[in-house]
T-cell receptor, first 113, second 114 residues
């Protein structure tokens, strides 16, 4: 079974721009979660989608948004980029439910200049 | 809100020796799940071991085992016969029952000395 894939792997943007990151979950997984990882704040939960519905949302500003498609692929969008948005963005998929293991993708490294 | 604390930012161990990474958490729930994830330099997060709170028996996966102390809200990871490939960031994570997100600790960077 193919693992979780994320595209692109690396991205460089400038302040004020917007960016879209993509995540393809493991086949059969309906839950996709997004995390932001920075040296200072560690791993912080952004949001989770399950069957095209946002099920949970972390404490991030409205500039961060996401969606999930009928094939469970998910995208997250960050508008009006700020320097502090520079981070590794990790996507994880699971069958859904807290007992199920989350499988992580390799991440997208976003640098905002 | 649930919190997870890893009090050791960095640890080191000699190859073939044993090391224990600490993790404590705060919750008012009685049923939950605990995880240890490994993040090597490649940045790919890999599940090392999981523990269901309702199980009293400590989980074990080959050289990795946990010491789960529910009353003390402690969940430490023991790595036996450490190998160079064990060098990585290790994250302790908590997941409450129901459809809730993982809560991660800040991580412990483990170095393995040859």
């Amino acid at each position: 079974k193919a693992g979780v894939t994320q595209t692109p792997r690396y991205l460089i943007k400038t302040r004020g721009q917007q960016v879209t990151l993509s995540c393809s979950p493991i086949s059969g997984h309906r839950s996709v979660s997004w995390y932001q990882q920075t040296p200072g704040q560690g791993l912080q939960f952004l949001f989770e989608y399950f069957s095209e519905t946002q099920r949970n949302k972390g404490n991030f500003p409205g500039r961060f948004s996401g969606r999930q498609f009928s094939n469970s692929r998910s995208e997250m969008n960050v508008s009006t980029l700020e320097l502090g948005d520079s981070a590794l963005y990790l996507c994880a998929s699971s069958l859904g439910g807290s007992s199920h293991e989350q499988f992580f993708g390799p991440g997208t490294r976003l640098t905002v200049l | 809100a649930q919190t997870v604390t890893q009090s050791q930012p960095e640890m080191s161990v000699q190859e073939a020796e044993t090391v224990t990474l600490s993790c404590t958490y705060d919750t008012s729930e009685s049923d939950y799940y605990l995880f240890w994830y490994k993040q090597p330099p490649s940045r790919q997060m890999i599940l090392v071991i999981r523990q269901e709170a309702y199980k009293q028996q400590n989980a074990t996966e080959n050289r990795f085992s946990v010491n789960f102390q529910k009353a003390a809200k402690s969940f430490s990871l023991k790595i036996s016969d450490s190998q160079l490939g064990d060098a990585a960031m290790y994250f302790c994570a908590y997941n409450a029952q129901g459809n809730t997100p993982l809560v991660f600790g800040k991580g412990t960077r483990l170095s393995v000395i040859a």
